[in-house]
Every structure is written in C-alpha cells, then in structure tokens.
C-alpha cells in the first residue's frame, strides 16, 4: 500500500469522524455529555503529539521550524478567532450571538481552514514514517467528533436545518482529505507542512480544547488530559518500542 493510500484511508476514518460529530448535534442528551471527555482526552493526547514527536520531527526537517510553527499556530488562530466572530468548542448555547447567518459562514471557513491542517498534518506524518504517522493520526482523530459537533451546533444555532448542519460537518471531512492530497502534491514540501501543522494542532489543543476542559468544575476534566497524555505515552511505547 503506497503512503498516500494509507494516510488517505486514515484521514478518511478522520473525517467520518467529524460527519459523527455533526450527527450527534440533533440527538441524544449523552452524546453531548460523553463529548466533553473526547475534548479533555484529546487535548492531553495531542500535546504529547505535538510536544514530544512534532516539535522535535519539524526541528530535524528545517532550520526555519520555529518560524514555520508559529506561522501555523497564527493561521489557525486567525480564521477561527480573529476572521470568525464567534466560534468556542463544544455545544453552542448563546443563541443572540447567531442572529447574524455571516455568524456561521465564518466560523465554518474558520473550522474548513483547521481541518485542512488537520488533514495536512496526518498526510505529512505518514510521509514521515508509519509509526509518526500514526501517532498524528490518533492526535487528529480524537479530537474530530467535537469539531463536527461543534459547527453543527453552531449552525443549528443560527437557525438552519439539521440537514444543512450535516453538510457541514461534512465538508470539515473533505477539508481533511483536501489536506492530505495537498501535501502529497507538493512532496518535499513536507519539511514545511509538518511544522506549520505542528503549530496548528497545537493552537486547536491549546486553545480550541483546554479552555473547553478547564471550564468544567471538579478534578474529572484535568484527570482526562492527563489520562490522554497517558493513552498518547502508551501508544507510542507499543508503535515505536
Ligand atoms: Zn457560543
Ligand atoms: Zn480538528
């Protein structure tokens, strides 16, 4: 199975991921609730990822990894918190804030930009090597369910049908494997898309998922994330040895 087959099909799980995030949106009260530990068990998994595998892999790459992180940690922050009014992870509950549709359109071009890095940073990861490339795939798929949710709750919120709430946590889907072809296409330009999708998952842990954690009471959440660093250390003691 060639490299791009296999991220493909991997980003493809990714992004079936995020048609259930947007699934659960109009049903059940404990979707919602279990939603929640998804957010604080991704949030862990992903620094570790990011931390301890992306940061050093971008820096052996390129010289300009520090630079080239930052530029993604700002891209992702400026379209979903600068260019979209209003966008927070989790279930949408402040309905006068949506009366506006351009409301939700931003925070969907906000989301579609996110999960195009996602997408690119799973493409970049298996170019890598299977064992990396797994490991971002975990990172990416864990926190996908709440990115679905998450836009359609928003769209629902501004009034629109579920239909269209699926639609578009739908096209998050396809933004994701639009990432994957993307860095395939562009080859070497892996040493760059690592370390841009490096920045960019850090800024959706660090500031889309942590503060969704921090706001719950009580020590469950910070016992999650600590538990998702764990499941992260786990997974790479059995992929890697
Ligand atoms: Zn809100
Ligand atoms: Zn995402």
Redo the contacts with the bound molecule.
């Keep these: 199975m060639t490299i791009f087959v296999q991220s493909a099909l991997f980003a493809l799980a990714?992004a079936c991921a995020?048609v259930i995030g947007g699934l659960i949106v109009t049903r059940h009260k404990w979707a919602h609730r279990s939603l929640r530990y998804f957010i604080a068990l991704g949030a862990g998994f992903m620094l570790g990822t990011v931390f301890l595998e992306m940061v050093p892999e971008s820096f052996r790459l390129s010289t300009s990894a520090p630079v080239l992180i930052l530029l993604g940690y700002l891209i992702v922050h400026t379209f979903e918190h600068v260019f979209a009014s209003h966008l927070h992870f989790g279930e949408e509950t402040h309905h006068e804030e949506l009366t506006n549709p351009s409301v939700s359109v931003s925070a969907l071009v906000g989301?579609l930009v996110?999960?195009f890095?996602?997408g690119v940073a799973i493409g970049a990861g298996f170019m890598i090597s299977e064992s990396f490339g797994f490991l971002v795939f975990l990172a990416?798929f864990l926190?996908?369910i709440?990115?679905g949710f998450t836009i359609s709750s928003i769209v629902v919120s501004s009034g629109y049908s579920p239909a269209r709430a699926l639609a578009a946590a739908t096209s998050?889907g396809l933004s994701?494997l639009v990432g994957v072809i993307v860095v395939h296409l562009v080859g070497d330009g892996v040493n760059y898309a690592l370390p841009i999708s490096t920045g960019s998952?850090l800024y959706?842990a660090a500031t889309?998922l942590m503060p969704e954690a921090n706001r719950e009471k009580g020590v469950r959440m910070a016992f999650l994330v600590f538990a998702g660093m764990g499941l992260f250390f786990l997974v790479r003691l059995v992929t890697q040895g």
Aim: aromatic residues 6%.
């Design positions: 990714a995020n989301m996110h999960t890095f996602d990416v926190h996908k709440p990115d998050l994701t998952t959706v889309d």
